[in-house]
């Protein structure tokens, strides 16, 4: 989305484009969920076979998981369990940094968090034009190792079967049940408990407008991860960058098609004319289908901004807020510190947001436009509860109970103040049995 930057000079900027209007998507969305409520598995099979010409199985079993793994090149399987010891590790020390805990806050009064994994997620795996193997991997991987104990796997059929690396994947990261179901059928599915699987708790993964506004429909009574649009990228760099690497990161990015925004900030003139004029021939020395996609996603949202100094250019990355923040600068220490604004953070040449999709550990499941200014990405926290108790011995009744009565009948909240009230009389001894507020 376009952003204000009255310190920038744009030296390419976003396209105008007329405003897409959600009304269509959101009224296809509620009809289709208030149909699959009523219907329920009949009708998931009938939007299956109109809109992806699917008519089963819908689950997949165990022996058809295991044939399709048994074709994965052994050189495949390895660099997806590479990427998979990763992401578990990651996500690992991510529950190690949450812990539970007790505290004694006055004498007698004790208060704590406990960390209750959810009991069902539903991880969707987009299907279309590419096998997201790596979306796989972070949504059940993670959802494992917060100690989820049944986890669902839906993803749409290709040419009448789930590509097997994503099969391979789904069956290393922990899927109980996988669900050959795309759209938002899917997220009804999980959600409802269809095809025999218990209903989610919990729906995670990206998808294409239909899945994210199925999502955004059912939240409250099925939580979500976060309601994500388009993917979106920003790259900061200065003089000390690569013209080549940073031309390449925009345009592996802008592979991703004509909804998401490639950005570079910089300070440094010479090597934002050189990205630009580089640009067009990396495009063209992509796959026929790939530059296409590329090209569009630059000729409309690829953006290229000129400041005058390294504040102006943290400046415009808190602005901007990306998905993606990729620094090809000099003192990344000094980034690290000083960017607050990001789905995820790259620090350095040496790295890609590529590696960060796809293998390098942090999830790639990601908040988009500008969402960063509020939320990180999906995490192993989102599968955990994070619960308080406490507990009042009869030292520390009087004292609690008559701030609990005052504060209430400050409110109004007579009811409330009476509950303190008997506490008082019971616990809190002669000073505290006189009638509080």
């Given at each position: 989305?376009?952003?204000?930057?009255?310190?920038?000079?744009?030296?390419?900027?976003?396209?105008?484009?007329?405003?897409?209007?959600?009304?269509?998507?959101?009224?296809?969305?509620?009809i289709m969920l208030a149909r699959i409520a009523g219907e329920g598995e009949n009708a998931v099979r009938h939007?299956?076979?109109?809109?992806?010409?699917?008519?089963?199985?819908?689950?997949?079993?165990?022996?058809?998981?295991?044939?399709?793994?048994?074709?994965?090149?052994?050189?495949?399987?390895?660099?997806?369990?590479?990427?998979?010891?990763?992401?578990?590790?990651?996500?690992?020390?991510?529950?190690?940094?949450?812990?539970?805990?007790?505290?004694?806050?006055?004498?007698?009064?004790?208060?704590?968090?406990?960390?209750?994994?959810?009991?069902?997620?539903?991880?969707?795996?987009?299907?279309?034009?590419?096998?997201?193997?790596?979306?796989?991997?972070?949504?059940?991987?993670?959802?494992?190792?917060?100690?989820?104990?049944?986890?669902?796997?839906?993803?749409?059929?290709?040419?009448?079967?789930?590509?097997?690396?994503?099969?391979?994947?789904?069956?290393?990261?922990?899927?109980?049940?996988?669900?050959?179901?795309?759209?938002?059928?899917?997220?009804?599915?999980?959600?409802g408990g269809l095809f025999g699987a218990p209903p989610a708790d919990i729906i995670v993964g990206p998808g294409?407008?239909?899945?994210?506004?199925?999502?955004?429909?059912?939240?409250?009574?099925?939580?979500?991860?976060?309601?994500?649009?388009?993917?979106?990228?920003?790259?900061?760099?200065?003089?000390?960058?690569?013209?080549?690497?940073?031309?390449?990161?925009?345009?592996?990015?802008?592979?991703?098609?004509?909804?998401?925004?490639?950005?570079?900030?910089?300070?440094?003139?010479?090597?934002?004319?050189?990205?630009?004029?580089?640009?067009?021939?990396?495009?063209?020395?992509?796959?026929?289908?790939?530059?296409?996609?590329?090209?569009?996603?630059?000729?409309?949202?690829?953006?290229?901004?000129?400041?005058?100094?390294?504040?102006?250019?943290?400046?415009?990355?808190?602005?901007?807020?990306?998905?993606?923040?990729?620094?090809?600068?000099?003192?990344?220490?000094?980034?690290?510190?000083?960017?607050?604004?990001?789905?995820?953070?790259?620090?350095?040449?040496?790295?890609?947001?590529?590696?960060?999709?796809?293998?390098?550990?942090?999830?790639?499941?990601?908040?988009?436009?500008?969402?960063?200014?509020?939320?990180?990405?999906?995490?192993?926290?989102?599968?955990?509860?994070?619960?308080?108790?406490?507990?009042?011995?009869?030292?520390?009744?009087?004292?609690?109970?008559?701030?609990?009565?005052?504060?209430?009948?400050?409110?109004?909240?007579?009811?409330?103040?009476?509950?303190?009230?008997?506490?008082?009389?019971?616990?809190?001894?002669?000073?505290?049995?006189?009638?509080?507020?």
């Open positions: 989305m376009p952003v204000d930057l009255p310190f920038a000079t744009a030296l390419k900027r976003l396209a105008d484009a007329a405003p897409v209007s959600m009304r269509d998507v959101s009224d296809t969305v509620q939007y299956a076979k109109a809109l992806d010409g699917h008519s089963g199985p819908y689950v997949v079993p165990p022996e058809e998981i295991a044939r399709a793994v048994a074709t994965v090149p052994e050189e495949v399987r390895a660099r997806i369990r590479y990427a998979h010891e990763n992401i578990r590790a990651f996500a690992e020390a991510q529950r190690a940094s949450l812990r539970e805990f007790e505290t004694e806050l006055r004498p007698g009064l004790m208060a704590g968090q406990r960390v209750i994994p959810l009991d069902v997620a539903g991880a969707y795996v987009p299907g279309g034009r590419y096998a997201h193997v790596a979306s796989a991997l972070m949504t059940i991987t993670t959802a494992r190792v917060a100690g989820v104990p049944h986890v669902i796997a839906a993803s749409p059929a290709r040419d009448g079967a789930i590509p097997a690396p994503v099969l391979f994947a789904m069956q290393l990261a922990g899927a109980d049940t996988v669900l050959m179901l795309g759209g938002v059928q899917a997220v009804a599915a999980m959600a294409n407008a239909f899945v994210t506004e199925a999502k955004r429909q059912i939240f409250g009574s099925v939580g979500i991860d976060m309601v994500a649009g388009p993917t979106d990228t920003l790259i900061l760099a200065d003089r000390t960058a690569d013209p080549d690497f940073v031309a390449w990161d925009l345009i592996g990015q802008a592979e991703h098609g004509e909804t998401s925004p490639v950005r570079l900030v910089t300070d440094h003139a010479p090597l934002a004319e050189a990205v630009m004029a580089r640009s067009p021939a990396l495009i063209a020395s992509l796959p026929e289908a790939n530059a296409a996609a590329a090209a569009a996603a630059w000729a409309a949202l690829g953006e290229v901004l000129l400041v005058t100094s390294r504040e102006d250019m943290a400046r415009a990355a808190d602005v901007i807020a990306p998905e993606h923040l990729h620094v090809q600068a000099a003192d990344l220490e000094y980034w690290r510190a000083r960017l607050t604004a990001y789905g995820a953070l790259f620090l350095g040449e040496e790295t890609t947001v590529a590696f960060g999709d796809k293998a390098a550990g942090p999830n790639h499941v990601l908040p988009t436009e500008r969402a960063a200014r509020y939320t990180g990405g999906l995490s192993v926290l989102k599968f955990l509860k994070v619960v308080t108790w406490h507990r009042a011995r009869p030292e520390a009744v009087g004292e609690l109970a008559q701030a609990t009565a005052a504060i209430s009948r400050l409110e109004g909240m007579e009811g409330h103040a009476r509950t303190a009230d008997i506490r008082i009389a019971r616990y809190g001894g002669a000073e505290g049995a006189r009638r509080s507020g």
